[in-house]
Antibody, heavy 119, light 107 residues
Framework: QVQLKESGPGLVQPSQTLSLTCTVSGFSLTSNSVHWVRQPPGKGLEWVGAIWSGGSTDYNSALKSRLSISRDTSKSQVFLKMNSLQTEDTAIYFC?????????????WGQGTLVTVSS | DIQMTQSPASLSASLEEIVTITCQASQDIGNWLAWYQQKPGKSPQLLIHSATSLADGIPSRFSGSRSGTQYSLKISRLQVEDTGIYYCLQRYSNPWTFGGGTKLELK
């Protein structure tokens, strides 16, 4: 079945770079896009960016200058890198994929990984 | 960026009551709208996509509608398990944007 699982450092110091991995199973990254969505504790959801099945990327314009999304299809992994982290980047980071029927809509989600930006 | 103004921010309703949550888009987004439910400590769950289509496995008491740039999620007979926070999402244009959320509680 379709599964996504985020992993990352948990704690990152201000001004440093965040590196997260989304490991997927049950589908191919060359046939499906994967998106990142984040949620500050107790707050709403924010779309971060996406890597499409062909390998191209789209980023939230508010984060674009600090953000990079890439993948390793052989390992079924998607990577998020965000530099110059600030306390406002503290959030749960989810990776998500569209549904087979609900094409393009986030139907499958990872459990999320909490990233805290603090010294 | 397209703004999604969601209302109300919070809502308390009784069992079996009809509940309606709305999202107002700042511009035309066609049917590029979805609704999600999120329970504490969990990932969001897709309820409605393409404004009016029920997602797989979602009870038929949930429905979505559109009137121009206003979108509504209706729960026809509120159940205990329907409590949580509801979000709308537009994917008409980059950046995809969520509404601010509606916290639904039982009265």
């Amino acid at each position: 079945q379709v599964q996504l699982k985020e992993s990352g450092p948990g704690l990152v110091q201000p001004s440093q770079t965040l590196s997260l991995t989304c490991t997927v199973s049950g589908f191919s990254l060359t046939s499906n896009s994967v998106h990142w969505v984040r949620q500050p504790p107790g707050k709403g959801l924010e779309w971060v960016g996406a890597i499409w099945s062909g390998g191209s990327t789209d980023y939230n314009s508010a984060l674009k200058s600090r953000l990079s999304i890439s993948r390793d299809t052989s390992k079924s992994q998607v990577f998020l890198k965000m530099n110059s982290l600030q306390t406002e980047d503290t959030a749960i980071y989810f990776c998500t994929r569209s549904g087979a029927v609900a094409k393009g809509w986030f139907a499958y989600w990872g459990q999320g990984t909490l990233v805290t930006v603090s010294s | 960026d397209i703004q999604m103004t969601q209302s109300p921010a919070s809502l308390s309703a009784s069992l079996e009551e009809i509940v309606t949550i709305t999202c107002q888009a700042s511009q035309d987004i066609g049917n590029w709208l979805a609704w999600y439910q999120q329970k504490p400590g969990k990932s969001p769950q897709l309820l409605i996509h393409s404004a009016t289509s029920l997602a797989d496995g979602i009870p038929s008491r949930f429905s979505g509608s559109r009137s121009g740039t206003q979108y509504s999620l209706k729960i026809s007979r509120l159940q205990v398990e329907d409590t949580g926070i509801y979000y709308c999402l537009q994917r008409y244009s980059n950046p995809w944007t969520f509404g601010g959320g509606t916290k639904l509680e039982l009265k």
